[in-house]
Structure formats: C-alpha cells, structure tokens
C-alpha cells in the first residue's frame, strides 16, 4: 500500500460517474428502484465471477498489492473491484436511460 | 482447457443472461440503444486498463487466457470483459424494469 494506482483511480470513477448524472445527464437513475435492485443483483454475480478471477489460489488477474488498500472481501476480492464494477455498470446505465429521454 | 478460463467465464455470463431478453422491450432487440451505451463507457475502460497494465498495478495470468491481445499488451478476454459485463447489467436493469413495472400494476 503506497501508489494506491488503483484506489485513487477506482474512487475517482465513481465520483466522475456521479458528476456525469449530476452536472451533465441528469437522467434520474439514481431515483429509480429498479436500478438499485438491479445493482444488487449485479453484485451478487459480480463476487461469484470476480471472486474467480480474483482468487489468490489461481488468479486470471493479478494484482501489484502496493497498489491497493490491501482489503480483499468477500474472498480474495480486491474492495476496489466493487468502485471499478459500480462505475462501470452505472455509466452505461445512465447511457442506456439517456437515449430513452430523447423519444 | 486452463487457457480458455478467462473466455469461458465471459461466455457463461452471456449464457445466463441470455433469457432475460424475454422481458420487454428487451436489449439485443434494441442494438444500436446497446451499443451507443456501452462502446463509449467500453473505450474509457480499456483506455484504464490498458494504463493500468503498462504501469504495473494488475496483470493477466498466463495460464488462463488464450494469449490474444489487442495492443498494447491487453488481452482480449479483458476487451470482451467490457462488452459483456454491461451487456449483463442491461439485460438485469432490463428485467427488473419489467418486472417492477408488472408488480406495480397489481
């Protein structure tokens, strides 16, 4: 834990994709239950397939931990994972609600 | 077999989302809405990773992916990995939409 090369980008995501909403899209998605209940569901399968990727017996992706807080939940999940998925999902969500509008 | 891990992982992901295109309006229905939603998000995306990659903070096991890469050094399980994933979320928000709308009329 010294670069945090990947907490500092993971957290910025989120916030850039909440200023997009906020300042820019203004689509309302966060005002939507179906896209909470939607997201809870993305996690759920997000910590079974992440957690195969992740998992420090056999990784597929390989993390440099100087880069990280360190924190690996639920298995060897890195926490940043869960920023990165979030903003991922929800910037294209909130594409995917932009093109509605404009019917 | 190890080395197509990575794409098996996406295909099986795809699989089971499959289905919920059932619900309406659906997603692979509505293409070019897809497409315009995810490929921009997509290229910031591999744009991270690709910086990520180059400077050291995650790498990709040798022995689970098939050695394909886009350039600079990504492979391209990771570039799928962009495209499927937000596939899933939309097929997800897609049902619960649905679905929600469904339960409300009761």
């Known amino acids: ?103 | 077999m190890d080395h197509w891990q990575y794409l098996i992982v996406l295909g099986a992901c795809l699989a089971i989302t499959l289905p919920l295109e059932i619900f309406r309006p659906g997603v692979y229905r509505q293409a070019w809405r897809a497409t315009r939603a995810v490929l921009p998000v997509a290229a910031v995306f591999v744009l991270w990773d690709e910086v990520a990659i180059c400077a050291h903070v995650w790498r990709y096991s040798r022995a689970y992916i098939t050695g394909v890469t886009i350039p600079f050094q990504m492979p391209i399980e990771e570039v799928l990995f962009f495209l499927v994933i937000p596939l899933c979320a939309l097929l997800t928000y897609n049902a619960v939409s649905a679905m929600l709308v469904r339960f409300n009329r009761r």
């Open chain 1, 1 to 103: 834990m010294s670069g945090l090369g990947y907490t500092v980008p993971a957290v910025l995501a989120v916030l850039a994709v909440g200023a997009l909403e906020f300042t820019a899209l203004r689509t309302g998605l966060f005002r939507r239950p179906a896209y909470w209940v939607s997201m809870l569901i993305v996690v759920g399968f997000q910590i079974l397939v992440d957690g195969w990727l992740t998992k420090l017996s056999a990784p597929v992706v390989v993390y440099d931990d100087r880069q990280t807080t360190g924190i690996r939940f639920p298995f060897d999940i890195p926490i940043e994972d869960f920023l990165f998925g979030f903003a991922l999902v929800t910037a294209v969500l909130l594409l995917w609600e932009r093109q509605r509008e404009r019917r």
